[in-house]
């Protein structure tokens, strides 16, 4: 069972646009939500991450909106640029040290 | 910077053939995971082990085994490939909560 949901599996924004990713999770255990990029021929790395006693974390033009009684999490990016343009992963843990990932979406952002 | 590396880029194998993908970082650190990368179910957790010589699965172990010998060193085995163990091959190293990937394994099994 997929414990983490994200969408969409795919984007498309024009450059300076608003990118919007979405994810929700099951499992009310779940204490630390981290989202990773990754770019083409590359592992993912770590990009922004955040801890349920808190509903936002910006950092640059990235921010991430949590809505702990929806279970839901989600990444925003202001002002989108084309080196923006790779696939983004969610993920949620427990902090048992495994880390349970959403299906990606591939971010294209268009000059 | 933290640096895991992944031994090969590409592999390409014959079904039933014994795979090993070789992992290994450079920091020290006590937690190593094997994760397989498909289009459309994100990163699933193959493997991973705490220190040396331990081992946990992971969500989808089936087919897989690993080993670890040294802290810096974390061997993913397929026993007996099949094309259904096609995929892109994620090593990964973790420091406090974060993740370090290296760049990956593509396996074709053929």
């Known amino acids: 069972q997929q414990q983490v949901k994200q969408s969409p599996q795919s984007l498309i924004v024009q450059k300076g646009g608003i990118s919007i990713i979405n994810c929700a999770y099951e499992n009310t255990a779940f204490d630390y939500f981290p989202w990773y990029q990754q770019f083409p021929g590359k592992g993912p790395a770590l990009l922004i991450a955040?801890?349920?006693?808190?509903s936002e974390k910006k950092e640059g033009r990235f921010t991430i909106s949590f809505n702990k009684s929806a279970k839901q999490f989600s990444l925003h990016i202001m002002d989108s640029q084309p080196g923006d343009s790779a696939t983004y992963f969610c993920?949620?843990?427990?902090?048992?040290?495994?880390?349970?990932f959403g299906q990606g979406t591939i971010l294209t952002v268009h000059p | 910077d933290v640096k895991v590396t992944q031994s090969s880029r590409y592999l390409v194998k014959r079904t039933g053939e014994k795979v090993f993908l070789e992992c290994v970082q450079d920091m020290d650190h006590e937690n190593m995971f094997w994760y397989r990368q498909d289009p459309g179910l994100g990163l699933r957790l193959i493997y991973f082990s705490y220190d040396v010589k331990m081992k946990e699965k992971g969500d989808i172990p089936e087919g897989y085994s690993v080993s670890r010998e040294k802290k810096e060193r974390f061997s993913l085995i397929l026993e007996s490939a099949s094309t259904n163990q096609t995929s892109m091959y994620l090593c990964a190293s973790r420091l406090n909560e974060k993740l370090f990937f290296g760049s990956g394994t593509q396996l074709s099994v053929l």
């Open positions: 993920a949620a843990s427990d902090g048992g040290g495994k880390l349970t």
């Open positions: 955040i801890r349920p006693d808190v």
